[in-house]
């Protein structure tokens, strides 16, 4: 097992109007990521307005009266920056990745004035909103992989709103309005719904000194009263049959509905994804794909860190030509009761855990990475103290931990999957 002691240290500070700020110093090289973290993703939403958070991500470029249309990005690029965002079912996040550590400021100056200035105008909200729709059409409704996973994610939870993609329901976004938009803009874009988190060689008083310069004027807003979203247990399995007329060759995906990282189930349930089926040392890959040649690719997943309590423990399979889906979900099924039965040998145990491990430690030698860690636990409602055990508490996982989140989770009765098969030409 690899050995670590990992311990990130940050220093954190919340400005009056409740924006936190949480610095890494870290002076190895003058690089640093600079990132704003708004709590508000899908998950926010309400049925009617779905993808309403992603489609904002996008208008958050289109300028204020300082900086007009495209002058964010330009000014980044100008200056020898990378600038980006993107929207979770949890969050939405804007980075900004800096060679030069003295160009802080033009990211505190930048996003602090679109934090409170950003000018929503009918012209570039219908030609965004457009943008969206053709993004949603070619990712999603022309991908038949993804309609599959959005349909089995929307059978798997009945009562969260994780039932609906980050992108929205087309017709939802057709009919979102400007006015729509600036409500959402006005009720989560506030300081104290944000988080900022920078990594790198900065020093963590100046970082705050700046953050007050800039962003200590905003006003905060009304504290958001969010409901207790809670999944209610699946009493069966689900099934679906998927039909997309550019599907050449069917495949699987499944899923079942497991605790996310606050729970000790977390660190075995990570470990097992691994032993099953994540590369080519894992038991479906080496059951299905070398040695009965009935697949080409399988994969599972499972991503603990999220607000909801349950996510999702994924897998997805394309069986080889002339193989039937059945074939390859009976093989599925025959080693999860096998790891149930028998748990995983010791060598495959440790050589789960050490890839686990490696990987997390590797991770963490990036600002970027670092930073989207401590991002992601703080307004996922984790304490840092996962990171700093992290390595310990998967060194911990026995393969009685491995046997017992199988039987508790791998049940026919928390397994939703669909097949994808062609749709036949008339």
Request: proline share 4%; net charge negative.
């Amino acid at each position: 097992m690899i050995a670590a002691s990992l311990s990130i240290k940050p220093k954190e500070y919340v400005l009056k109007n409740g924006l936190k700020v949480i610095v890494v110093e870290d002076h190895t090289t003058p690089t640093v990521t600079f990132q704003i973290w708004y709590k508000v993703g899908s998950m926010d939403e309400t049925f009617g307005k779905t993808g309403i958070s992603h489609l904002l991500e996008h208008m958050m470029f289109k300028g204020t009266e300082k900086y007009g249309p495209g002058m964010f990005s330009k000014i980044v690029s100008l200056n020898g920056g990378q600038e980006n965002a993107f929207t979770s079912k949890d969050y939405t996040v804007y980075f900004e990745n800096w060679g030069d550590s003295k160009k802080i400021d033009i990211s505190m100056e930048l996003e602090s004035d679109r934090m409170v200035n950003l000018k929503l105008t009918e012209d570039e909200f219908k030609r965004e909103k457009m943008v969206v729709m053709e993004e949603r059409r070619l990712r999603t409704e022309d991908e038949p992989t993804s309609v599959l996973v959005e349909e089995v994610i929307a059978a798997a939870y009945r009562a969260h709103p994780y039932h609906w993609p980050i992108i929205g329901w087309m017709r939802d976004v057709e009919n979102i309005t400007l006015e729509d938009l600036n409500k959402h803009y006005k009720s989560y874009y506030c300081p104290n719904n944000a988080v900022m988190v920078v990594v790198g060689d900065v020093s963590g008083e100046e970082v705050c000194e700046k953050a007050e310069k800039y962003f200590g004027s905003i006003e905060r807003c009304p504290d958001i009263k969010r409901p207790d979203f809670e999944e209610p247990e699946q009493r069966g399995e689900k099934r679906l049959i998927v039909k997309h007329s550019e599907v050449r060759i069917p495949s699987l995906f499944g899923v079942f509905l497991v605790p996310n990282g606050k729970r000790d189930d977390s660190y075995a349930l990570r470990v097992l994804s691994l032993i099953l089926g994540e590369g080519k040392s894992s038991r479906l890959y080496k059951r299905l794909v070398l040695d009965d040649k009935k697949a080409v690719t399988v994969e599972t997943e499972y991503d603990p860190i999220s607000r909801g309590s349950k996510v999702t423990f994924g897998l997805y399979i394309v069986p080889a030509p002339n193989v039937k889906l059945e074939e390859v979900e009976s093989v599925v099924w025959e080693e999860i009761e096998r790891i149930k039965r028998d748990g995983p040998t010791k060598e495959e145990l440790e050589k789960a855990k050490n890839k686990v491990v490696a990987s997390f430690i590797y991770g963490l030698d990036s600002n970027f990475y670092r930073a989207m860690l401590i991002g992601m636990l703080e307004v996922c409602g984790f304490s840092l103290d996962y990171v700093n055990s992290y390595v310990d508490r998967i060194s911990r996982v026995t393969p009685e931990d491995i046997k017992n989140v199988a039987k508790k989770y791998l049940t026919r009765d928390n397994y939703t999957v669909g097949f994808l098969l062609p749709e036949k030409r008339q």
